[in-house]
Every structure is written in C-alpha cells, then in structure tokens.
C-alpha cells in the first residue's frame, strides 16, 4: 500500500516548541522537522490525535539571536516509541511571513541548505 503524500517536504530543525493544550497545558517539546504545514515533535507528555495545539517555536537565529514564534494546529498523529512520544502536528494555516515572520525566515533560510 502506497503512503499518502505530504503537502510539502519536512526539513530538519533544532528547535524546542511549547505546546499549549486545549486543557490550558503547557508540554515543553523538541522540534524535529517543519514544513509550511505542519511539524514533527518529541514529547515525554502524550498529546492525542485531533487535540487542538497552540506551538510557540524557539530557536535560534543566525548570528546566535534567540527569536520564537507562533502558531496553531491539530494533533494528527502521536506514536509512542519506548517513553517517548513522537507528534506530528498539522498547521491550521500555513506558515507564512505575515502571520509567522520570525519562523517563517528561520524556515526559509533552513531550506536553503538543502537539495532534495
């Protein structure tokens, strides 16, 4: 059986995230990979699929500047994997520099580096 398709190719970052849960939680994550609609994460805490998620992504920028951002989403999958959680969440709309600036050129400049 073929895999469905990602809307856009995931690229690799370092970078933690925040997730504010519909139960007013706040899980501290590690950001695996983004793309303009969605990003992967690793969780201690489980977050369940259709969950509706507030992220605020920190990272740092070039010239060693910490910046972050924001943006919602859906749970649309979580896999346990020993005491871990992996997540992948789906971006309400996509990341874009008006609504996201400050992610939105850390992604562009992260996907400058490769060539897929």
């Known amino acids: 059986m073929d ?3 990602r809307k856009a190719t995931r690229y690799p970052i370092f970078a933690i ?3 504010k849960t519909s139960k007013n ?4 994550t590690m950001v695996d990979n983004i793309s303009l609609y969605g990003i ?3 969780s201690f805490v489980p977050l369940k699929k259709g969950d ?3 992220l605020r992504v920190k990272f740092v920028a070039q010239g060693g500047i910490e910046k972050d ?3 919602e989403g859906e749970v649309v999958w979580s896999i346990k994997q020993d005491n871990i959680y992996f997540v992948g969440v789906s971006f ?3 990341l874009s520099p008006l609504n996201q600036p400050e992610l939105y050129e850390y992604f562009v400049n992260i996907t400058s ?3 897929y």
């Open 25 to 28: 939680e706040t899980i501290t």
């Open 40 to 42: 992967g994460l690793y």
């Open 52 to 54: 509706h998620v507030r």
């Open 17 to 19: 995230a925040e997730v």
């Open 3 to 5: 895999k469905p398709k």
């Open 92 to 94: 309400s709309r996509e």
């Open 69 to 71: 951002d924001q943006i």
């Open 113 to 115: 580096y490769y060539s």
